[in-house]
């Protein structure tokens, strides 16, 4: 079967560093996305990672080890607005965005 | 900044009614998707589409139909709503190339069924 899992919800601190995790299993690996949604709002894409590593785009990185359905997502010098939903997906073939997303994390920034 | 509106953005109804939600897109994207999200629960797709004339089911199984016959226009229609069609019901765009993935999503559009 699909499954992607990550925890529920996480609480850090405005400054601090985060990490939230994903794990999945699925048919097939074609990509691992991490999207961000606000409450009431459509997610929008953070990042996309197909082999394993890091990938850095400003205060945001991403990580992925396909080896062993593995990723996080990384985000340093957290400010308020970055309280939101992360959310994992995969996709489980080629050149399709048919994906398979996880529940979410959801993300409360205190000050 | 994403080019992919839908109408509207809530909408409450009774039983019975037939209700199409529109989705339009200005950034000549071949894909689109619809994809149901219930509060606080992941997002299942339930309609895609590769272009004009082609559509097919998602993984979630859904009473609904879509269908394309413009490349910018991807409607849902619910012939016979009903409660258990409570949800927000997002539609998504995508390219092509190594980020198909990375799905441009409208606003939403959020249907209560009394």
């Known amino acids: 079967g699909q499954n992607i899992d990550q925890p529920t919800e996480m609480t850090a601190t405005e400054g601090a560093i985060v990490q939230i995790n994903c794990t999945y299993q699925?048919?097939?690996?074609?990509?691992l996305f991490w999207y961000q949604q606000h409450a009431g709002e459509a997610p929008t894409f953070l990042s996309y990672?197909?082999?394993?590593g890091l990938e850095e785009k400003g205060r945001f990185s991403s990580f992925l080890s396909r080896s062993k359905g593995y990723s996080y997502l990384l985000l340093k010098e957290l400010q308020m607005k970055d309280s939101a939903s992360y959310l994992c997906?995969?996709?489980?073939?080629?050149?399709?965005?048919?994906?398979?997303f996880g529940q979410g994390t959801t993300l409360q920034v205190k000050p | 900044e994403a080019d992919i509106y839908q109408t509207p953005r809530y909408l409450v109804i009774g039983t019975g009614k037939k209700i199409t939600l529109e989705c339009s897109q200005t950034?000549?994207?071949?894909?689109m998707y619809w994809y149901q999200q219930d509060p606080g629960m992941e997002l299942h797709l339930i309609h895609y589409?590769?272009?004009?004339?082609?559509?097919e089911k998602g993984d979630l199984s859904s009473e609904s139909t879509v269908s394309r016959i413009r490349t910018e226009h991807f409607p849902l229609t619910l012939e016979s709503a009903r409660p258990s069609h409570t949800s927000q019901y997002l539609c998504?765009?995508?390219?092509?190339?190594?980020?198909?993935?990375?799905?441009?999503f409208g606003e939403g559009s959020r249907l209560t069924v009394l």
């Open positions: 998504a765009s995508s390219g092509t190339g190594d980020h198909t993935g990375e799905l441009f």
């Open positions: 699925t048919s097939g690996f074609n990509g």
């Open positions: 990672n197909v082999l394993d």
């Open positions: 997906a995969v996709s489980p073939s080629s050149n399709t965005g048919k994906l398979i």
């Open positions: 950034m000549g994207h071949d894909k």
């Open positions: 589409s590769y272009g004009v004339n082609s559509t």
